[in-house]
């Protein structure tokens, strides 16, 4: 099954985007499947794609040396799976496993890329929303350092 414009608007992550904007982003996409337990990427490894989540979760984890990966943050249906393929040096932040089975459209990185240096206006929505998703992520991230310091005992003036 073909992914449709119709598809892509109702993608909480793409709201707003008009007809035209999302009818240049259609032929950039693909449907996948990920098997609960797959790994999806790893971190460091080359990033050039993104995926709109539609069914499923996916943990975001961190390589911890000498640990199993620490996980940050638990995404859902609805939500938007990498920002890394949009800045250089392209490579993952973080890792990524489906817990569940996972349907989700994929994105090619670098046609996005290249559309969005086409087409500022629709580049500058783009580039917002990933800017957004990636200050969510952090602040994700961080609190769930703190909750793990917290459980641990240690106080933020002993870091």
């Known amino acids: 099954m073909f992914v449709t414009a119709?598809?892509?608007a109702d993608q909480p992550f793409l709201a707003g985007l008009t007809e035209h904007q999302l009818?240049?982003?259609t032929p950039l996409t693909s449907r996948t499947m990920f098997h609960a337990?797959?790994?999806?990427?790893r971190q460091g490894t080359p990033a050039d794609q993104f995926w709109l989540i539609t069914d499923g979760s996916v943990y975001l984890d961190h390589e911890v040396p000498g640990y199993d990966n620490f996980v940050l943050e638990s995404l859902r249906s609805g939500s938007v799976l990498g920002w890394s393929w949009l800045f250089p040096p392209?490579?993952?932040h973080f890792g990524a496993v489906a817990v569940t089975t996972t349907h989700?459209?994929?994105?090619?990185?670098?046609?996005?890329r290249a559309l969005?240096?086409?087409d500022p206006a629709l580049g500058y929505e783009l580039t917002s929303r990933f800017l957004g998703v990636m200050g969510e992520r952090l602040q994700a991230a961080r609190s769930r350092?703190?909750?793990?310091?917290r459980r641990l005992g240690h106080h933020h003036d002993e870091l």
């Open 23 to 25: 009818t240049r982003l």
């Open 116 to 118: 969005c240096q086409q």
């Open 104 to 112: 989700a459209i994929t994105f090619n990185g670098a046609l996005v």
């Open 145 to 149: 350092l703190e909750d793990c310091q």
């Open 90 to 92: 392209y490579r993952w």
């Open 6 to 8: 119709d598809m892509l």
């Open 37 to 41: 337990g797959n790994r999806i990427f």
